[in-house]
């Protein structure tokens, strides 16, 4: 057995009855409902100390009191990933109460929709802000407790939350698709730069998730960004089912907790040889 694939399995080993990332923090950004909820949920399951964020305060503070309530280690951290300051405030917050961290999962995110021709500058650079230079600022942020000593070193990730409008564009997305086909060139070069401090990265991209994005644009969801409301989801969009999912070889969307567990899988000790990769987690869509 390689030393690699020794240490891999003492560590499954040892987490057994723990967890996955039993004894390990998670920063997880968009937090507050949806994926990112999920996420942080299962982490906590799988035996991490995670880091909460997310720009609706009452939203954030509910998945943290859910995560306390089944006994797990939390620390939330509200405000908006695209301000300044917020990468020192969670880095600083994160390393003072928990003293290091070992995974970034950049899952903050809109859509902010319309088409190409009628999409204003504002509309166009705030998705770009939020979804790429957001986890690029978090990243470089944290890079002192990721680029560390060999001797110092533990299961270490980044995932970067993409889409299939990324990979493949989408009608009405021209801001979001090019936002979101940044991320696998971002998580490229921290795999290629990062990797020989034992740091893996890798990009998840999610077709059809059942979130309020995917939702029906008349359910009247929104978010504020700088002042302005923002309607979010698909219009006319319903459930995929069996009879209108033709493109999608399961013949249905995914859950946020099927998403999370894909996010689980790459920040994993399962995943411990997989870095710089894309996993299109879609049902099958697009094969």
């Excluded at 971002?186 to 995917?214: C, D, M, Q, S, Y």
């Amino acid at each position: 057995m390689s030393t690699r694939l020794a240490q891999v399995s003492q560590h499954l080993s040892s987490t057994h009855g723990r967890g996955l990332l039993a004894g390990e923090v998670a920063i997880i950004t968009g937090a507050g409902q949806g994926i990112g909820r999920s996420t942080a949920l299962l982490f906590a399951r799988e035996g991490a100390k995670v880091v909460v964020s997310d720009i609706d305060e009452k939203k954030l503070a509910a998945v943290a009191d859910e995560i306390r309530a089944a006994g797990g280690d939390v620390l939330g951290v509200a405000g908006d990933v695209g301000a300044d300051d917020f990468p020192k405030r969670i880095v600083d917050a994160t390393v003072q109460k928990y003293g290091k961290i070992n995974h970034i999962v950049n899952n903050a995110g809109f859509t902010f929709d319309k088409m190409l021709h009628t999409t204003p500058d504002d509309a166009f650079d705030i998705i770009l802000k939020i979804h790429v230079r957001a986890p690029f600022r978090l990243v470089r942020q944290a890079a002192p407790y990721f680029r560390l000593k060999p001797e110092a070193r533990e299961n270490r990730s980044i995932v970067n939350v993409s889409s299939t409008s990324g990979l493949h564009g989408n009608v009405g997305q021209a801001n979001y698709a090019a936002a979101k086909a940044a991320l696998p060139g971002l998580t490229k070069t921290i795999a290629k730069e990062w990797g020989p401090f034992g740091v893996r990265a890798n990009t998840v991209a999610f077709g059809l998730i059942h979130t309020r994005l995917t939702d029906a644009k008349e359910h009247g969801a929104t978010m504020e960004i700088d002042g302005k409301k923002v309607a979010l989801g698909v219009p006319g969009a319903t459930p995929a089912t069996p009879k209108n999912a033709p493109n999608i070889p399961l013949r249905r969307g995914g859950t946020p907790e099927e998403a999370a567990a894909a996010v689980l899988f790459l920040a994993s000790p399962l995943a411990a040889y997989v870095s710089g990769h894309t996993l299109e987690v879609t049902g099958g869509a697009g094969i």
